[in-house]
């Protein structure tokens, strides 16, 4: 079946530090590729997608390439914020396997 | 354009009572989700609606779980009798034809809290 894997955190950076959560995932289709991010008290929300291999999605300063041969989806971010503080979820879709899957998430905490 | 909505926001009950949690979709959306959420099991899908069928089951932890759909603007979750293993945040979610990559939209969720 499906699965995403994701780096386990919490993650702490200082302010201004770079970012890379990795995310790699198994479908037996071709699966469009999510990050969706929570903040404290709410529901989660897109942050970018890509749908095709070698696609970027890029939202906020995050980006994360779609890249097939290593079935990975890493998201990147040059500077953080304390602001990004939050916890973040790789997941995937899979039309073939009618399934939406999720990763466990990462929290994120930037401190100043 | 509304979001997801949900209600309650917060629920507090005693065990062995009945806990319905309701969710009213983004109008359109033809898939509806119920996820639930807790510390020790991370995010977990329990029900999706297509069209206002029930497609995928197998995460509702057991009887005392149900998820109705009687039309395309309104679902309920319920539990029957609660218990406090069931404390929890329970997100409702909707989309458009999520199998072709479109993003599916939370609600606030429902936080419950059984004692």
């Known amino acids: 079946g499906n699965s995403v894997t994701q780096m386990e955190g919490p993650v702490t950076l200082s302010e201004e530090a770079f970012l890379t959560i990795n995310c790699t995932y198994t479908a037996t289709g071709y699966p469009s590729l999510f990050w969706y991010v929570q903040y404290p008290g709410e529901g989660l929300q897109l942050l970018l997608k890509a749908t095709k291999a070698d696609d970027k999605g890029s939202n906020k300063g995050f980006e994360a390439t779609y890249r097939k041969e290593t079935t990975s989806f890493h998201l990147e971010k040059g500077s953080v914020q304390v602001s990004d503080s939050a916890v973040y979820f790789c997941?995937?879709?899979?039309?073939?396997?009618?399934?939406?899957?999720f990763g466990i998430g990462t929290k994120l905490q930037v401190i100043p | 354009d509304a979001g997801v909505i949900q209600s309650p926001r917060h629920e507090v009950t005693e065990m062995g009572q009945e806990v319905t949690l309701r969710c009213k979709p983004i109008s359109g959306h033809d898939y509806l989700f119920w996820y639930r959420q807790t510390m020790m099991r991370g995010l977990e899908l329990l029900i999706y609606?297509?069209?206002?069928?029930?497609?995928?089951d197998s995460g509702m932890p057991e009887d005392r779980f149900s998820a109705k759909m009687p039309n395309a603007s309104f679902s309920t979750l319920k539990i029957q009798p609660s218990e406090p293993r069931d404390s929890a945040v329970y997100f409702c979610?909707?989309?458009?034809?999520?199998?072709?990559?479109?993003?599916?939209?939370f609600g606030e969720g429902s936080w419950l809290t059984v004692v």
């Open positions: 609606f297509n069209n206002n069928v029930p497609i995928d």
């Open positions: 997941a995937l879709s899979d039309r073939g396997y009618q399934k939406v899957t």
């Open positions: 979610a909707s989309s458009f034809n999520i199998f072709s990559g479109n993003t599916i939209y």
